[in-house]
């Protein structure tokens, strides 16, 4: 930790998110969101002569957070700002009069914990079987499908992967993740085999249709690199196909589901947090949740003393 910082409120904040840029890697999104949420923590200890971070104290950290409150901001808001301020003032090495640290005994809102939407085995299925691997399309999309169901990339990690990071000896992808962080991800057999289908018989024919060399594995039919709203689109008509509602599905359900499957069929959790590169185990650990709801939804579906088999008597 720095010692406190004598320069102005702007330039402690400039401070904290360049070091949360290079030292850390945050995502620019993040960066963005510390940005926005610093800016009205300075605006509100303006108003309150407070020049320079090291100046804060506890009651100016109580008040902001009260004040947020009185605005009407939800939870969840008032939580992620109050984090932002609070790893502000810690890298800064704020300290009060008293020479405490001015974060203590500040609570967080309680926010309500959300479920990730997943779905089930059978409905997976369904979506998978719904690319026709007969056609070039179908190659594709089967093929993009297989990869972020089995290994649980996120969207933007699977249209940006490389040739270079598949290694079908090994059965391994290495992606760029959130920040830039690099990841080696292992892919099951079904995955290889819709990848070396696409790469063989489909990729070929859409790679013709580029005006330059492309590196990426997955092609549009005009040769370029796959985007995200390409592949979200193809994805609602997949699951329209299939038989499911376009608007339960998403690149980031199928990620929910690699992982509640896998924690399911019994993976350690330290496992699928680093395949799943969240850098916290406490985000890998809402779909420990996930698992056990579904267990008693399948109780109360199938068992004949849950209640839904009761309650259709």
């Given amino acids: 930790m720095r010692g406190p910082s004598a320069g102005s409120l702007r330039e402690g904040v400039a401070g904290f998110l360049a070091d949360a840029a290079v ?29 320079s971070l090291a100046q804060v104290e506890r009651t100016h950290l109580a008040g902001f957070a009260a004040s947020l409150e009185r605005q009407g901001l939800a939870a969840r808001s008032r939580a992620r700002m109050l984090v932002a301020v609070r790893r502000c003032l810690r890298h800064a090495g704020a300290r009060g009069a008293d020479g405490g640290d001015p974060c203590a005994g500040v609570v967080l809102p309680r926010v309500p914990q959300a479920l990730p939407r997943v779905l089930r085995p059978d409905q997976t299925a369904a979506l998978l ?52 962080r690099e990841r080696v991800v292992p892919i099951g057999e079904p995955g290889l085999a819709a990848l070396a289908a696409w790469l063989e018989r489909g990729r070929p024919l859409f790679a013709r249709a580029a005006r330059g060399r492309c590196d990426a594995v997955f092609l549009s039919r005009r040769g370029a690199a796959m ?18 509602e376009a608007g339960s599905v998403s690149p980031h359900v199928l ?44 109780v109360d579906r199938r068992h004949p003393r849950g209640g839904a088999r009761r309650s259709a008597r």
């Fill in 255 to 298: 990620r929910h589901a690699f992982a509640t499957d896998l924690l399911e069929g019994g993976a350690d959790l330290r496992a699928v947090q680093a395949m799943l590169g969240h850098a916290d185990l406490a985000t890998t650990q809402i779909y420990t949740h996930v698992s056990r709801s579904r267990l008693r939804e399948t």
């Fill in 227 to 244: 985007t995200r709203q390409n592949f979200f689109l193809r994805l609602r008509a997949l699951a329209r196909a299939a038989g499911l």
């Fill in 129 to 180: 079987e719904a690319a026709d691997p007969r056609t070039t399309l179908g190659l594709r999309d089967r093929a993009m499908l297989e990869v972020l169901y089995g290994s649980g990339l996120r969207v933007g990690e699977l249209v940006a992967l490389p040739l270079s990071g598949l290694d079908a000896r090994t059965g391994l992808l290495r992606v760029r993740g959130k920040g830039g």
């Fill in 23 to 51: 030292e850390r890697g945050l995502a620019p999104r993040t960066l963005e969101a510390y940005g926005r949420d610093l800016l009205r923590f300075e605006e509100y200890l303006a108003r309150r002569g407070v020049a």
